[in-house]
């Protein structure tokens, strides 16, 4: 199970850090993520981390946004800088654990990011 929190309201310009606590011990070869979605638009991917330290971002994130992990805790952060409105949708954490003959993904239930005056 994975939870997420810190989503909320931010002005234009403002911060937030969101968190994703995975209630099990992860182990083996895994990524985890940020995805979001906005209202009338698909799931889209927004960072993610693997197990092994590497890192990627969409382009419209690059920069104003950084994925970390704190492997002990089980715990992803997306700290999220120089918010726009178009950032503005439900954010959601996942998990693909590799295994040998297959992967498998877990999702958190989303937390809402609205960036607004």
């Known amino acids: 199970q994975l939870v997420e929190s810190g989503g909320g309201l931010v002005q234009p310009g403002g911060s937030l850090r969101l968190s994703c606590v995975a209630s099990?011990?992860?182990?083996?070869?895994?990524?985890m993520g940020w995805y979001r979605q906005a209202p009338g638009k698909q799931r889209e991917l927004v960072a993610t981390a693997t197990s092994g330290g590497s890192t990627y971002y969409a382009d419209s994130v690059k920069g104003r946004f950084t994925i970390s992990r704190d492997n002990a805790k089980n715990t992803v952060y997306l700290q999220m800088n120089s918010l726009k409105p178009d950032d503005t949708a439900v954010y959601y954490c996942k998990i693909r654990i590799y295994m040998a003959t297959a992967e498998y993904d877990y999702w958190g239930q989303g937390t809402q990011v609205t960036v607004s005056s």
């Open positions: 099990r011990v992860i182990f083996g070869i895994n990524v």
